[in-house]
């Protein structure tokens, strides 16, 4: 048996709006909708879950996606420019990421 992934899955506030966000900034679009509790984004390789909670955002994300550039800082800029938040920037040799969080907090990393 082996396992696949297919999804990574965002618990969230607003699923759709949050989803809506995602699509854009991914280019992809909105892939299946159930009723607003849960949405998700056709993205490739690996689709996006919108998950509706009840509770916020609390600490640091203990799992976040990170994305590959070809142009780090003029990514960085679309994002913020489309609502992300930059919170920092780390170097570790040859490797220098961006972590930016989307419209409800959610960490991600933009490296180049």
């Given at each position: 048996m082996t396992l696949e992934p297919k999804m990574i899955t965002v618990d969230c506030a607003d699923p759709r709006e949050l989803a809506a966000?995602?699509?854009e900034v991914?280019?992809?679009k909105i892939a299946q909708d159930f009723g607003g509790e849960?949405?998700?984004v056709g993205?490739?390789?690996l689709a996006?879950?919108?998950q509706k909670v009840p509770e916020p955002r609390a600490g640091k994300n203990r799992l976040h996606v990170d994305?590959?550039?070809e142009d780090r800082q003029a990514e960085v800029r679309r994002l913020t420019a489309l609502g992300a938040t930059a919170v920092g920037e780390h170097s570790v040799g040859p490797l220098t990421?961006?972590?930016?969080?989307?419209p409800e907090g959610n960490e991600f990393c933009v490296a180049g």
């Open positions: 966000w995602w699509a991914l280019d992809a849960f949405v998700v993205a490739e390789p996006l879950g919108f994305y590959h550039t990421w961006t972590v930016l969080q989307d």
